[in-house]
């Protein structure tokens, strides 16, 4: 089982900023779209933004404007650049891929264990 891995959560005061950051431990043949999740405290795992590699960058409103979504096809790593934080956007912070392991593999969802973003006020 592929496991994504996310580094670059943290603790941080309302105000300022943090750039988690995922990567994977291989090499896919192809992948879909890279996206971040987040998962509040007795809340759903809702869908923060999404790249994908044809069509628009998704954000969500309650981010937008204050979140970037950015990727290295080279590094095959996608980051999620967080300004302007909140207390609301406490969470624990989930990379996900949607790709193909090899040219013949069906289109799987990939997840990260998640990375832990707490913002005080």
């Known amino acids: 089982q592929v496991q994504l891995v996310e580094s670059g959560g943290g603790l941080v005061q309302a105000g300022g900023s943090l750039r988690p950051s995922c990567s994977a431990p291989?090499?896919?043949?192809?992948?879909?779209?890279m996206n971040w999740y987040r998962q509040a405290p007795g809340q759903e795992r809702e869908l923060v933004a999404g790249?994908?590699?044809?069509?628009?960058?998704y954000y969500a409103d309650a981010v937008k404007g204050r979140f970037t979504i950015s990727r290295d096809n080279v590094k095959n790593t996608v980051d999620l650049q967080m300004n302007f934080l909140t207390p609301d956007d406490t969470a624990v912070y989930y990379c996900?891929?949607?790709?193909?392991?090899?040219?013949?593999?069906?289109?799987?969802?990939?997840w990260g264990r998640g990375a832990q973003v707490t913002v005080s006020s």
């Open positions: 790249l994908p590699s044809i069509g628009n960058i």
């Open positions: 996900h891929f949607l790709a193909r392991l090899r040219r013949a593999a069906p289109l799987v969802g990939y």
């Open positions: 291989v090499t896919f043949f192809n992948v879909n779209a």
